[in-house]
Nanobody
Framework: QVQLVESGGGLVQAGGSLRLSCAAS????????MGWFRQAPGKEREFVAA????????DYADSVKGRFTISRDNAKNTVYLQMNSVKPEDTAVYYC?????????????????WGQGTQVTVSS
């Protein structure tokens, strides 16, 4: 079994920063490609960012490109989402997801493992 646990969410002012963490256990984290998704009230789940298990292109949604950074530390079995210059429209529940494949994807249906989510609220 694989478990993903997000942390780091909370309330932050517009223009501020927040770092989300996703700790993985149960399998070889270094072989997963990882993604971050978010879902705001009344909205569908939205792709945020993805990172491959090894060398390759990191992908960001246009809405967060230049503001958010996804990274991973395989030694700690953890993936991060650094959120800078946050906006009220970034308010959502943020989920990390893992895929047993090296190639990244924006399609949430292709991810195998999901965390429970962490709430991020950006005040204006």
């Amino acid at each position: 079994q694989v478990q993903l646990v997000e942390s780091g969410g909370g309330l932050v002012q517009a223009g501020g920063s927040l770092r989300l963490s996703c700790a993985a256990s149960g399998r070889t984290f270094s072989t997963y490609s990882m993604g971050w998704f978010r879902q705001a009230p009344g909205k569908e789940r939205e792709f945020v960012a993805a990172i491959p298990w090894s060398a390759g292109r990191i992908d960001y949604a246009d809405s967060v490109k230049g503001r958010f950074t996804i990274s991973r530390d395989n030694a700690k079995n953890t993936v991060y989402l650094q959120m800078n210059s946050v906006k009220p429209e970034d308010t959502a529940v943020y989920y990390c997801a893992g895929r047993v494949a090296g190639r990244i994807t924006r399609d949430y249906n292709e991810y195998h493992y999901w965390g429970q989510g962490t709430q991020v609220t950006v005040s204006s």
